[in-house]
């Protein structure tokens, strides 16, 4: 054999083991092997294993702090700004009359001695005081004749003294028309004036109505004797007493500027109308204020030592009410009741809560008992930061 042909011969048997020792290591890879390339690091076993069962703390938990504190509940009222019973005063006259005028209107600020209305004797009156006219005349007539009679011996003195008693009698209904300010003669209308400054309550008449005797014309009250009347649910009577004070604030003006006032009266009946406790309210001043307008009011139902808490920290249950503390760590289910409340805290009671304790606010819907926690601080309340 000659040098080229071994040559050749050499050549196919390298590129043959090539070949073979190619997928050799293309089974190799392809099969998976008894042991990994890198070993995985075994697993601690937990300390604790009621521990491994809970779930990782959590970032998204706010707290505050329970405090020991002066706890008031505030309600909302709502009614009416009214005058006092009692104090308004009612013009009217004594006899029949015509309205020829009137000179206000209601809710107008009057002084002393401001024309009010303006009347006049109606038909039938002006007919009543010329009968007593006319009545006297005639008994003034019949008593000269029966004194002739009695002087001539053809009278009696019974007879003397009847016809006495009927001028007197009719003087006395003659002269109680005038006074009542009816005039036989003349314009005979009549001017009622405001005997005091105040404010027109009510105007009962119409102009050209004819009004029986004694009846309301106008009626005003004193600006000081303006008040409020609020409707207060039953449930929500506890509390109030005479002399309280209240906020008022008129429903179409701004909060900003309440006005102050006392409890004058609590009634001690439901009205039948609102099904609500009437409360009567005397207001500072009157100047928010209008006749008929409505206003709210805030009133304080109790005040008390009481553990308070931020409202958002209770969560309504089956059982009542929920709220979680944070000790060690942890989270720990409360059951509790509720009492004063206001728009910012509650009042919390339970057997196993104490001022200071840490109470979530935030995040506690996804809270359980025994649930491991990270927690951050809420910023302080203004009642939390009160000495």
């Known amino acids: 054999m000659n040098k080229n042909a071994i040559a050749v011969s050499l050549l196919g048997a390298a590129i043959l083991t090539g070949v073979v020792i190619h997928f050799a290591h293309a089974d190799a890879d392809d099969k998976p092997t008894s042991q990994p390339a890198v070993a995985e690091k075994p697993a601690e076993a937990p300390a604790d294993s009621a521990d491994a069962d809970k779930p990782a703390p959590t970032d998204s938990i706010q707290t505050a702090t329970l405090r020991q504190g002066d706890m008031s509940q505030v309600i909302n009222a709502f009614g009416s700004v009214t005058a006092q019973p009692g104090e308004v005063a009612v013009f009217s006259v004594p006899y029949e009359c015509r309205v020829r005028h009137i000179n206000v209107t209601a809710g107008q600020p009057v002084e002393k001695g401001d024309a009010l209305i303006d009347v006049e004797p109606s038909p039938a009156a002006r007919l009543s005081l010329q009968e007593a006219q006319i009545n006297l005349d005639a008994a003034n007539k019949d008593l000269a004749q029966t004194q002739q009679r009695f002087d001539m011996k053809l009278a009696t003195n019974s007879d003397l003294l009847q016809s006495q008693q009927a001028v007197q009698l009719a003087q006395f209904r003659l002269d109680n028309l005038k006074q009542q300010g009816l005039e036989a ?137 929920t709220l979680f503390t944070v000790k060690d760590g942890k989270a720990v289910k409360h059951t509790v009741r509720i009492g004063l409340e206001n728009d910012q805290e509650v009042e919390v009671i339970g057997d196993d809560l104490a001022a200071g304790d840490t109470v979530v606010i935030q995040g506690n819907y996804e809270l359980d008992d025994g649930m491991a926690v990270a927690t951050t601080p809420a910023a302080a309340t203004p009642a939390e930061t009160k000495p």
Do not use: C
């Open 185 to 321: 003669t003349g314009d005979a209308h009549r001017t009622l004036p405001a005997d005091s400054a105040g404010l027109i309550d009510k105007i009962d008449v119409q102009q050209g109505q004819i009004v029986a005797a004694g009846n309301p014309l106008v009626e005003t009250i004193a600006r000081d004797q303006v008040e409020v009347r609020l409707g207060v649910e039953p449930s929500e009577m506890r509390g109030l007493t005479s002399g309280q004070a209240v906020q008022l604030f008129p429903v179409s003006g701004s909060d900003t500027n309440p006005t102050a006032g006392k409890i004058r009266l609590i009634t001690q009946r439901v009205n039948p109308d609102t099904r609500l406790v009437d409360v009567f309210v005397t207001p500072q001043n009157t100047d928010n204020l209008l006749l008929e307008g409505f206003t709210r009011a805030e009133l304080s139902i109790g005040t008390r030592k009481a553990l308070i808490a931020p409202r958002q920290a209770v969560l309504p249950d089956e059982d009542g009410y």
